[in-house]
């Protein structure tokens, strides 16, 4: 359970992206709450840093996105959460004003 949060971006308080002490992001989209390694917050970043067009496609990682009529829908593996146009664009300015962090190796000795 992450407690040390630190907000990167938010707009609202139900639509934030936060890191933890312990290296994870959490993006938090009103009732969907995701717990990501920074590579999966890259490629989720990645996915909404250029626009779509109405019918295109984007694959990124197993993040999927398609743009349709009145509708986004975000893909993770086999979850979707379906977005309206003006969400869909308020994830892209949030996720576009966040920079995940890479990791960095661990030295030897922090395992002992
Ligand atoms: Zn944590």
Redo the contacts with the bound molecule.
């Keep these: ?4 949060l630190t907000t990167l971006g938010a707009l609202g308080p139900t639509r934030r992206v936060s890191r ?5 992001y959490h993006v938090v989209w009103q009732h969907l709450h995701l717990s990501l390694h920074p590579d999966e917050l890259a490629e989720l970043c990645r996915l909404f840093a250029a626009p779509l067009l109405t019918g295109e496609r984007r694959d990124v990682g197993l993040w999927h996105l398609h743009l349709q009529v009145g509708a986004a829908r975000l893909w993770y593996g086999p979850m979707c959460v379906s977005l309206t146009l003006g969400e869909y664009q308020g994830l892209r300015d949030l996720l576009n004003g966040v920079q995940a962090r890479p990791v960095l190796p661990r030295p030897l000795y922090a395992l002992n």
Excluded: D, S
């Design positions: 359970m992450c407690r040390t933890c002490g312990c290296g994870a």
